[in-house]
């Protein structure tokens, strides 16, 4: 039998999400909005698509949860996105609100699903769907640093000319201005980007990526980034469908790793069947774990406000 995957939201993360997992042939797809029609029109359309890709996959629109019942894996997009100007913790009362609605209606139906979190500011939005579902923290994921770290691989691999497919970038801490990317552990085919750039560019590397998606918002005007944003929740769901084991940095509920407690921050996680199964831990040098500290002091702050700290 195919594995179900429900996506709630079907802005321009939500259906390009959906968009990936038919591509790939992963699992049937129920994309969920409150909008009506546009879940419907974008499935359907996404479905007439098949033939062409040589993908069977069902693909299904609702305004409501009960297509959804028994989902494997709900990845939550439901909520607004940034303009110009605006941070991501602009965004948190209004998805705050959303968040609850939408994690009590998925769980009442697909108790045994794992959550992955993508609406903003993601790691708050992941500790209020986490304290909300009741779930343990094995299934309450939340997307953020695939997306850096793709972003950093991206930049990396302009820099020094060399195929995208030879990168691999260590990101941890909150999505956010205060991210902690790890130079020493960012590689080109195996050597440390420290050996292959110099300071300054590797300094300038971080900041554009750091602020990667407000270059974007910035371009667009009237919303935010979804290709890439929507392809790395996508790698979480593959990792778990398929009991990858991967290990991927994604936000996930500390309980003392780290030397941090009762928060959701971005670290490395090995994906598999069960969600996530590990957390990786690394010694950090005192700068990185100062920058960490910071980067989880700014999550807290979040959650305080909304009632999830
Ligand atoms: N974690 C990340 O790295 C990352 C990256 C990109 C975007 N995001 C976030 O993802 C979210 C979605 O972004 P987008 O560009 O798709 O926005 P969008 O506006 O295109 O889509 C959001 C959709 O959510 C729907 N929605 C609102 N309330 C809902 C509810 N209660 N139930 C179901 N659906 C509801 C809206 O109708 C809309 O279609 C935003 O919060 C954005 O900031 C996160």
């Keep these: 039998m195919r594995k179900k995957v429900t996506v709630v939201g079907a802005g321009n993360v939500g259906a390009t999400a959906a968009h990936w997992i038919a591509a790939k042939e992963l699992a049937d797809v129920v994309l969920v909005d409150v909008v009506e029609g546009v879940p419907q029109g974008k499935s359907l359309d996404l479905l007439q698509a098949m033939p062409i890709e040589k993908r069977d996959v069902q693909i299904t629109g609702s305004n409501g949860y009960e297509e959804t019942a028994n989902s494997d894996i709900v990845v939550i997009t439901a909520g607004i996105a940034r303009k110009p100007g605006m941070s991501r913790d602009d965004l948190l009362n209004t998805n705050a609100k959303i968040m609850a609605d939408v994690v009590g209606k998925v769980t009442a139906v697909s108790p045994n699903c794992i959550m992955i979190i993508v609406s903003n500011p993601l790691d708050a939005m992941a500790q209020a769907a986490f304290k909300q579902s009741g779930f343990n923290r094995e299934r309450v994921i939340g997307m953020a640093g695939v997306l850096d770290s793709a972003r950093f691989r991206t930049f990396i691999a302009e820099e020094l000319k060399v195929s995208v497919e030879n990168v ?34 590797i300094a300038r590397l971080v900041s554009r990526t750091a602020n990667g998606g407000a270059e974007i918002v910035k371009h ?51 994906l598999g069947e069960r969600g996530l199964e590990q957390i990786v831990e690394i010694k950090l040098t005192e700068p990185e774990a100062a920058a960490l500290k910071k980067s989880a002091d700014a999550v807290k702050e979040l959650c305080t406000i909304i009632g999830m700290a």
């Design 168 to 201: 691999t970038a260590f990101v941890l801490g909150g999505h956010g201005d205060t991210m902690v990317p790890l130079p020493r552990y960012s590689t080109v085919a195996g050597i440390p980007i420290t050996e292959l750039m110099d300071e300054a560019t």
């Design 220 to 270: 667009l005007k009237t919303g935010s980034a979804y290709y890439a944003p929507s392809a790395a929740a996508v790698e979480m769901v593959e990792a778990i469908l398929k009991d990858k084991k991967k290990i991927l940095p994604c936000a996930a509920y500390l309980q003392g790793e780290y030397g941090i407690n009762g928060l959701y921050v971005g670290v490395p996680c090995k």
